[in-house]
C-alpha cells in the first residue's frame, strides 16, 4: 500500500492497526472472517470504475465485454456450488438481498414470519427497527424455552394461524441445524413462499456439514463475507420460475450499478469454495465450534440448547456474575473479540444482554484446531472469572498474541503490517 501511505498516513495507519489487531487477536465473532490474498486482489482491483446497470447481454452501459465475464462466471459457480437454477450475484450485503427477496414476492402489508430477534433472527425477517416490520406485518416464531431449539409443530401452528405469504428460516444466534424440510412442507401446506437466509452457514452448506435448503426453499439468500469466506456482499439464488421476479426487484427495484469488485471477488470465493480444501475447512469449523462448547461446559457454563451444530457457540452467563457486556469487554481487552448477545427469554436489555456469542469460522481459517479451542475456552473463563482484574486480562492477551503468531491469518502478512 505504497500509494495510500503517500497520499493518506491517517487511512494507512488505521489500516495497519487494524490488520496488526486482526493479526493479534482470537476472533471468534462467528459472522467474521478472513478472505484469502486472492479475494482481496480482486475485491481492491480496477473493476470499481465500472458502471454496468443491468445484468450479462442486457446492459444499460457499453463497454460490458469483461464484465459481462466476470458477472456469469460468478453467477455460473454459485449455481454449480449450490445445485441453484439460478442466482443473482449483485445485491450489495444481506440485508438488501431479504429485502430484494420481499419485494419480488410480496405486496405491501403482506406477512413475513421468521424467528424472533432475541431467539436468533435477523433484523430482516421482520423485526420492529427494521423497514422489513413495517412494510409487512411480521409474525414471529420462537425457540422452545427447554430445549432452546425451534419446534417444528409450534412453527406448523403459527403458520396455519397467522398465513403468512413468505416463512423464512435462518438466523444469527442459532447454534443447532436448521430443518429445512421441515419448513418447505409448512410452507407448502398453506401455500406461501419458503425464504431460506443462509448468511451465517453458506459455507458449512457448500462445505456439506449444514443440510442444503435445496430443493426445498424457493428463494435462498445468503452473505458472501461470513462462513463463505469471501468478500462483503450477497447473492439470491432461486428456482428458473422465480428468477425474473427477483432479477427485478434487484435491479431496477432496489439497486443501481453492481459493484463488479465485489462481483468479481465473490467469483474468486466461489472457486476457493468448491476445492476439497474447503470442505476440509468447513469440517473444522464445525469441530472447533465444538471443542469450544466442551471446554465451557466442562467449566459449568450454560450453553443455549446446551452446544452446537454448527460454527457458533451461544453462552448463558446469568450463573456466572457478569453480564454478556462485562463479558465481552473484557475478553477484548484480552484479546479475545466476541459479541455480547441476548439469550432467548433473556430477562435483561438487548444492550446489556445475558450471552455472549462466540463462532469458529475466523480462527478456523488460520488453521487453529480443536487444542487451541481447548487454549481458549479456558482463557475465557479465566477471563469472565476475573473481569476486574487487569493485570490478569494483560496476561492472557500477552499468551493470546503467542499463539497468533503460530498461526498466519489469510490476507495479512506480517511485514506488510510491520512495514
Ligand atoms: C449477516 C446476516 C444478514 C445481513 O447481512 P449484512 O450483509 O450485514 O446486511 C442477513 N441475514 C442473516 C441471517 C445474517 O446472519
Redesign the pocket.
Given at each position: 500500500m505504497k500509494e495510500l501511505k503517500q497520499t493518506d498516513p491517517e487511512v494507512f495507519r488505521l489500516i495497519q492497526e487494524e490488520a496488526r489487531y486482526q493479526l493479534e487477536s482470537v476472533r471468534l465473532i462467528p459472522?467474521e472472517n478472513y478472505c484469502s490474498k486472492a479475494v482481496l486482489e480482486a475485491n481492491g482491483s480496477i473493476l470499481t470504475n465500472k458502471y454496468s446497470e443491468g445484468y450479462p447481454g442486457r446492459r444499460y452501459y457499453e463497454g460490458q465485454r469483461y464484465i459481462d465475464e466476470i458477472e456469469t462466471l460468478a453467477s455460473q459457480r454459485a449455481c454449480a456450488l449450490f445445485s441453484a437454477e439460478h442466482a443473482n450475484v449483485q445485491p450489495y450485503?444481506?440485508?438488501?438481498?431479504?429485502l430484494a427477496a420481499y419485494v419480488a414476492l410480496l405486496k405491501p402489508g403482506d406477512t413475513i414470519m421468521g424467528l424472533a430477534l432475541p431467539h436468533g433472527?435477523?433484523?430482516?425477517?421482520g423485526w420492529d427497527v427494521s423497514v422489513t416490520g413495517t412494510l409487512w406485518r411480521p409474525v414471529r416464531y420462537m425457540v422452545d424455552h427447554e430445549s432452546g431449539r425451534i419446534d417444528y409443530n409450534q412453527v406448523r401452528d403459527l403458520a396455519k394461524r397467522e398465513r403468512p405469504r413468505v416463512i423464512v428460516a435462518?438466523?444469527?444466534a442459532y447454534p443447532r441445524e436448521l430443518d429445512f424440510k421441515a419448513f418447505g412442507e409448512i410452507a407448502r401446506e398453506i401455500d406461501a413462499y419458503f425464504l431460506a437466509?443462509?448468511?451465517?452457514i453458506a459455507g458449512l452448506v457448500v462445505g456439506g456439514v449444514h443440510p442444503s435448503p435445496f430443493p426445498h426453499a424457493d428463494v435462498v439468500?445468503t452473505?458472501t463475507?461470513?462462513t463463505l469466506r469471501g468478500p462483503?456482499g450477497?447473492m439470491i439464488m432461486c428456482r428458473k420460475t422465480l428468477a425474473d421476479r427477483l432479477d427485478r426487484a434487484v435491479f431496477p427495484g432496489l439497486q443501481g450499478g453492481p459493484h463488479n469488485h465485489t462481483t468479481a471477488a465473490i467469483a474468486v470465493a466461489l472457486k476457493e469454495a468448491a476445492t476439497p480444501a474447503f470442505k476440509d475447512y468447513a469440517r473444522q469449523v464445525v469441530a472447533n465450534a465444538q471443542a469450544l462448547a466442551e471446554a465451557l461446559l466442562e467449566r459449568s457454563y450454560t450453553l443455549v440448547s446446551g452446544g452446537t451444530d454448527n460454527h457458533l457457540v451461544l453462552v448463558d452467563l446469568t450463573n456466572k456474575q457478569v453480564t454478556g457486556k462485562q463479558a465481552a469487554k473484557a475478553l477484548d481487552r484480552a484479546g479475545i473479540v466476541c459479541n455480547y448477545n441476548t439469550v432467548p427469554y433473556d430477562p435483561r436489555k438487548p444492550f446489556n444482554p445475558s450471552g455472549i456469542r462466540l463462532g469458529s469460522p475466523a480462527v478456523t481459517s488460520r488453521g487453529m484446531g480443536t487444542a487451541e479451542m481447548k487454549r481458549i475456552g479456558a482463557w475465557i473463563d479465566d477471563v469472565i472469572s476475573h473481569a476486574d482484574d487487569e493485570a490478569r486480562l494483560a496476561k492472557v492477551a500477552a499468551e493470546v498474541r503467542e499463539l497468533c503468531r503460530g498461526f498466519p491469518a489469510p490476507g495479512i502478512l506480517l511485514e506488510d503490517v510491520d512495514g
Open positions: 459472522s450485503s444481506g440485508s438488501p438481498a431479504n433472527g435477523h433484523l430482516t425477517h435462518g438466523a444469527t437466509d443462509i448468511a451465517h439468500t452473505t463475507h461470513k462483503r450477497a
